[in-house]
Nanobody, 113 residues
Framework: QVQLVESGGGLVQPGGSLRLSCAASGSIFSNMNWYRQAPGKQRELVATITNGGSTNYADSVKGRFTISRDNARNTVYLQMNSLKPEDTAVYYC?????????WGQGTQVTVSS
């Protein structure tokens, strides 16, 4: 049974940092991604990392967010620095295994003073 469990969300002031974690189990995953969904908006892809470590980012987070993964622990991370109020959203972990795509339950990130 595949499970993705996110952690690390919370309330942070503008300019602050948070680190999200996603512990995956039950399969071997290729691409792992972070998405986010703000109220009233569509879910958007934030960052992607392949199992070889290649990364890609949305323009809105380039230079501020860093995605990484620990393949031995099947865990993907999202380091978020210089956070802005517009980064406020529910952040979701997504992982691919073969033709299947799996999602975590989401973790809330709120950037506010």
């Amino acid at each position: 049974q595949v499970q993705l469990v996110e952690s690390g969300g919370g309330l942070v002031q503008p300019g602050g940092s948070l680190r999200l974690s996603c512990a995956a189990s039950g399969s071997i995953f290729s691409n792992m991604n972070w998405y986010r969904q703000a109220p009233g908006k569509q879910r958007e892809l934030v960052a992607t990392i392949t199992n070889g470590g290649s990364t890609n980012y949305a323009d809105s987070v380039k230079g501020r967010f860093t995605i990484s993964r620990d393949n031995a622990r099947n865990t993907v991370y999202l380091q978020m620095n210089s956070l802005k109020p517009e980064d406020t959203a529910v952040y979701y972990c997504n992982a691919h295994a073969g033709t299947y795509s799996y999602w975590g339950q989401g973790t809330q990130v709120t950037v506010s003073s």
